[in-house]
């Protein structure tokens, strides 16, 4: 009977410890210990999760939402777990595939979400080959079927010599920039 009790005991002190490192998406990682859990408590990432759709021209995005619980964040001063959300994509010209990051695996995704604001997640995006078109999007969650999105791309500086198979003709950046506060529908 005793075991049991101090067993119990034991969880209830492990339940409680673990708890007390949990902090909600908004706070600031700075301002917790290492190993830290930043969760999404009330769940603000779930609206975003799934398949959605934009139309340009001739141009078809898709991107697709997931959520990531505790990726390992390691920072200069600070290792942490967070709850993020991830994009992959795929990008169609004409009905072609152009760029397409549907198969990458959680570690190798290039879009994550960095930070959330009211009704709007901001995602780092490290870009595609050779760094080209890293920057920021945000994406604005509008209605249970639209998201309004806004990506911002750094300008880097390309050459040979820090790309060495940069291809003659250059890297396009194929998510789109233009127009601002363009709608994706939910698939």
């Given amino acids: 009977m005793k075991k049991k009790k101090f067993l119990y005991l034991f ?8 708890k007390a490192q949990q902090y909600s998406l908004n706070t600031d990682y700075e301002n917790i210990p290492n190993n830290s ?10 609206k975003f999760v799934g398949t959605w759709k934009a139309t340009l021209g001739n141009k078809e995005i898709y991107i697709y939402v997931t959520k990531q619980e505790d990726r390992l964040i390691s920072r200069l001063t600070k290792t942490f777990f967070r ?6 994509y795929k990008v ?3 009905n ?8 990458f695996t959680n ?7 960095m930070a959330t604001e009211d009704n709007s997640v ?18 604005e969650y509008i209605d249970s079927t639209h998201l309004k999105w806004n990506y911002q791309p750094q300008s880097t500086m390309i050459t040979n010599k820090n790309c060495p198979d940069y291809p003659a003709g250059g890297i396009k950046i194929n998510l789109p920039d233009e127009p601002k506060d363009l709608i994706f529908t939910k698939q």
């Fill in 122 to 139: 901001i995602f780092t995006y490290t870009g595609g080959k050779c760094t080209v078109g890293w920057g920021i999007i945000s994406t």
């Fill in 11 to 18: 969880i209830a002190l492990i339940s409680v410890a673990c």
């Fill in 83 to 88: 709850d993020v959300l991830l994009i992959r």
């Fill in 96 to 103: 072609q595939i152009v760029e397409n990051t549907t198969s």
């Fill in 37 to 46: 859990h930043i969760k999404d408590l009330n769940n603000e990432y779930n």
């Fill in 107 to 113: 570690e190798n995704i290039n879009i994550i979400s």
């Fill in 92 to 94: 169609l010209i004409s």
